[in-house]
């Protein structure tokens, strides 16, 4: 499939461990944020979202904090899978800004 | 129900010719958003429309256009394309905001040569 993630920073992590993707976001208004996963040839796919009223969000295996002091946001993912191996993005909503994105492989 | 379609899949065009990028979202959703995704710059945001009208505009210069139609189609337009242009455009929509969640499509391929 097509690449996205050239030159990109990669996590790697053994399959069953926790991983945690980092995201520095740029703009101290925006308030409301989105993690994506996108996996190769295929568009981004919303993961969970967080809005600015909140330091924590958890979903299914995923889990979101928010640190509007230094604008950083984190996604947890528990027991990493295989099928957890793709490029993850942040994404927030004052000009649709999203982060670098990080390429996690998920080593079996 | 039917993902975002964008049409065609791939395309390769030679520097100064333009292009014309197809997209149509899901059924019901009436915001189109735009970006360029190239392995330099990540994913960056070029336009979102809504109800027909441009709503939100990145910083890409003049060249790129797009447009919205009644049916919520959208086309973006690149006109004298530069070697530069070569990139992954996605588009997403949504119901009617960047809070709304936005399902993207699988993008289309430029190649500039």
């Known amino acids: 499939g097509e690449s996205v993630g050239l030159h990109l920073p990669t996590l790697s992590v053994q399959e069953g461990d926790n991983s945690i993707i980092n995201c520095a976001y740029s703009?101290?208004?925006?308030?409301?944020f989105i993690w994506y996963k996108q996996e190769s040839g295929k568009g981004p796919q919303f993961i969970i979202d967080?809005?600015?009223?909140?330091d924590k969000r958890q979903g299914q295996r995923v889990t979101v904090l928010l640190n509007k002091t230094v604008k950083h946001l984190s996604l947890q993912i528990a027991a990493t899978q295989p099928g957890d191996s793709a490029v993850y993005f942040c994404?927030?909503?004052?000009?649709?800004?999203f982060g670098s994105g990080t390429k996690l492989n998920v080593k079996p | 129900k039917a993902g975002v379609t964008q049409t065609p899949r791939y395309l390769i065009k030679t520097r100064g010719q333009q292009v014309t990028l197809s997209c149509s979202p899901i059924?019901?959703?009436?915001?189109v958003s735009w970006y360029q995704q190239t392995p330099g710059q990540g994913l960056q945001f070029l336009f979102e429309?809504?109800?027909?009208?441009?709503?939100n505009k990145g910083n890409f210069p003049g060249r790129f256009s797009g447009r919205q139609f009644s049916n919520s189609r959208s086309e973006m337009n690149v006109s004298t394309l530069e070697l530069g242009d070569s990139a992954l455009y996605l588009c997403?929509?949504?119901?009617?905001?960047?809070?709304?969640?936005?399902?993207f499509g699988p993008g289309t391929r430029l190649t500039v040569l």
């Open positions: 703009n101290s208004a925006s308030d409301y």
């Open positions: 994404a927030e909503n004052i000009g649709f800004y």
């Open positions: 429309y809504f109800s027909e009208t441009q709503r």
């Open positions: 997403a929509s949504s119901l009617g905001s960047f809070e709304n969640e936005q399902f």
């Open positions: 059924s019901g959703h009436r915001s």
């Open positions: 967080i809005r600015s009223n909140m």
